[in-house]
């Protein structure tokens, strides 16, 4: 069975202070891992997509990274606006499996 | 806007009764998925659509449950006999093919009393 787990949970940073949020994952036929934001209340927010080990991708604070076992969410000099929840997912050939998520807050 | 929608964006119902859940996939796309959140957790998978035909269906997806999409444009989701454990939010999503970024509509939060 596919399987996402995220850390931290929550994860509470003051603007300007740097961190990377974890995803961990196992799957079989991994076809992308995908990373969303969500606000509360709203659907998910897509932010990324990554195909294979090594490759990375950037937006604006945003830099994600993949490993054959784990991806990571770099997050540098967050804002406020940043807060929300980060959602982590692999995609096989027919559907997106989660995480949990970890809880943003940036505070001033 | 050309995203994905969703109609209603609140339902509040008593158990027993029936809903309807609509989607709008962004037109373009033809795979259609829906899931549902629980507060805490992420999204759960429940079903998708290719076109018009239903290809795979979560266990989740009790027979009280089900989904269509006709013409292989919109998509409906009907709860039968609701049950206070069906309170959730109904997301939608559609992409281009397998493996793509999905793109999710705004949900439709569900409340049965």
């Known amino acids: 069975e596919d399987q996402v787990t995220q850390s931290p949970e929550a994860l509470r940073l003051q603007e300007g202070e740097s961190s990377s949020l974890n995803c961990s994952y196992t799957?079989?036929?991994?076809?992308?891992l995908f990373w969303y934001r969500q606000d509360p209340g709203k659907g998910p927010e897509f932010l990324f997509t990554?195909?294979?080990a090594g490759e990375e991708k950037e937006k604006e604070r945003l830099k994600a990274t993949l490993t054959k076992k784990e991806s990571f969410l770099h997050i540098t000099a967050p804002k406020p606006e940043d807060s929300a929840t980060y959602l982590c997912?692999?995609?096989?050939?027919?559907?997106?499996?989660f995480g949990t998520g970890t809880r943003l807050q940036v505070t001033l | 806007d050309t995203g994905v929608s969703q109609d209603p964006r609140h339902k509040i119902t008593k158990r027993g009764q029936n809903v309807t859940f609509r989607c709008d996939p962004i037109?373009?796309?033809?795979?259609l998925y829906w899931y549902r959140q629980t507060l805490g957790q992420g999204p759960e998978f429940l079903t998708y659509f290719q076109n018009e035909a239903q290809l795979e269906k979560s266990r989740l997806l009790s027979d009280r449950f089900s989904a269509e999409r006709p013409k292989g444009s919109f998509s409906t989701l009907e709860i039968q006999r609701t049950e206070q454990g069906d309170s959730a939010m109904y997301l939608c999503a559609s992409s281009l093919i397998q493996g793509h970024e999905q793109f999710f509509g705004p949900g439709t939060r569900l409340t049965v009393l």
């Open positions: 997912a692999v995609g096989t050939a027919s559907k997106l499996t």
């Open positions: 990554l195909y294979s």
């Open positions: 037109s373009e796309h033809n795979r």
């Open positions: 799957v079989s036929g991994l076809r992308g």
